[in-house]
């Protein structure tokens, strides 16, 4: 059995956090639009790992039942 066999994969609605292009997916949002929100600078629902981005799923869940206009 190789890594690849080993490798479990997580349903995307029980991920704690999601990459980028997960999250376009996801919530339907383009990916420009979600970079510019987690470039700002009071962004809440981003995760760094290093230079790379997660977006905490349900943070952002939360977020957009807030928000009227993205």
């Keep these: 059995m190789n890594a690849m066999e080993r ?3 997580v349903p995307i609605w029980e ?5 980028v292009d997960e ?3 996801y919530f339907n ?3 420009n639009k979600m970079r510019d929100l987690i470039r ?3 962004c809440e ?3 760094y ?3 790379k981005a997660l977006i905490k ?3 952002f869940e939360e977020f957009l039942s807030k928000t009227d206009v993205v």
């Design 49 to 51: 790992v290093g230079r």
């Design 29 to 31: 949002i383009g990916e």
């Design 45 to 47: 629902f981003v995760l």
């Design 23 to 25: 999250a376009t997916i």
């Design 40 to 42: 700002e600078p009071d």
């Design 57 to 59: 799923r349900t943070a």
């Design 7 to 9: 490798k479990k994969e």
């Design 15 to 19: 991920k704690y956090a999601l990459t």
